[in-house]
């Protein structure tokens, strides 16, 4: 089945511009929006906490990845993600819903997207929304094993001093490719999420169609990628220097704040650019908002 065609001008995946203005800003669906799409972060600190525990050294690792980020010892992380699962599930279906609502949602109609109306929509995609997001989980893990391991491995046989500047190199372009593998993962994760809240499809086929749509639209795909993973990235590190310097309160006070501004924007976003790159209308008979 081909893409629908697409209208004279509908060549650009959209603009911020016109997502902010049909946006709910503040919104605490937009927050969980957010958080959900948080998967590629978790796998990447899982799985470099996977290496600090096979290396056995948390510092070496750190030092060898050149993140200089601190890396919990297996034992907090599983607290963590015991902790984190139920605040998954919720965003889960709440992002799940504003995604829905979204498709829907024009500027010209001033209908917001609010917590309640996305808990409601979202109630037949919760379970598809966390596979997505468990999927991209394994994914990135997957990945950061593949490309980080080989550097952890080779700086505990022969130690970060004897490596020198060619360490730094090795761990300069292993983090590049890294960083770039999350950047596509988080593009993936928003498309085929946009696909799920579409159409009637299983988690693996949302995810195929993420995929080939983003292969049929490459360049496009890949600044959205990029904008994506930049802004996820600055809401991040201003969340974590507000731990730093006043405390963990604070820092999740940031996020949370940061997050209710920019996330019922960015699902915006990525609800006009999935036509936009060729992605079908919604099934027939869908609820309407």
Known sequence: MSPTPQPSGSHQPGSLAEAI???AIPSLAGVAYELSGLAWVLGGAAALTGLAALAGDAELVSNAVGSGLPIPGPAGAAALFLVAL???LVCARVGGGAARLSIHNQPDRAQRTTLPKAWT???TLQ???AGIWFQIFGMMACGTFVLLGPLVLLTVLVGAEALGPFGVILSGVALVLT???AAELGALHQLALASLVRHDR???SAVLHGWRLMRGRPGHVRRLAALEFILRTLILAA???ASYLAGPTWGLAQLVVLAS???SARCRAWSMAYPRLGGLSATAGQRQG
């Open 202 to 204: 299983g988690v693996g």
């Open 179 to 181: 960083l770039a593998y």
């Open 21 to 23: 203005r049909g946006a």
């Open 121 to 123: 929509e979202g109630k």
């Open 127 to 129: 379970t598809s929304a």
């Open 261 to 263: 501004l920019m996330g």
């Open 86 to 88: 139920p605040l998954l």
């Open 239 to 241: 969340a974590g220097l």
